[in-house]
């Protein structure tokens, strides 16, 4: 791919959070991944990379599939969600970051609760 992935800080995504702005935080991980470190919040909905390469735009809420809405990917350091926020920018989704560092600088810079591995 040659356009650059955009992304969002962690800064930037806790901003969000404390002003109770409208969008997902879609959280890539694997299941086994998620007992370690989490955000507890309403917006996040965990949706492991496997099942998106395996079920691709099936693996998807009907939320999830509007096009327009907000999106900000998250993995563990910010490659996972990269890929794909590419992925999802290259069929048509608008709004999609990838959240730069992911949860490990989330839990480095902003809320170290939501625990490191």
């Not at 991944?33 to 998807?60: C, G, N, Q, W």
Request: with cysteine; aromatic share 8%; glycine share 6%.
């Amino acid at each position: 791919m040659t356009d650059e992935i955009p992304e969002i800080s962690v800064q930037e995504l806790a901003e969000k959070i404390k002003k109770d702005e409208k969008f997902t935080l879609l959280d890539v991980r694997e299941q086994w991944e998620l007992s370690y470190a989490h955000i507890t919040d309403e917006r996040v909905v965990a949706l492991p990379m496997s099942l998106i390469a395996r079920h691709y735009k099936d693996a998807f809420s009907e939320e999830l599939l509007n096009l327009q809405t907000e999106i900000i990917v998250m993995c563990h350091h910010g490659v996972r969600s990269a890929n794909v926020t590419g992925w999802m920018r290259q069929n048509g989704w608008l709004n999609v970051y990838s959240l730069a560092g992911g949860i490990a600088a989330y839990a480095d810079e902003i809320d170290s609760s939501v625990g490191t591995y």
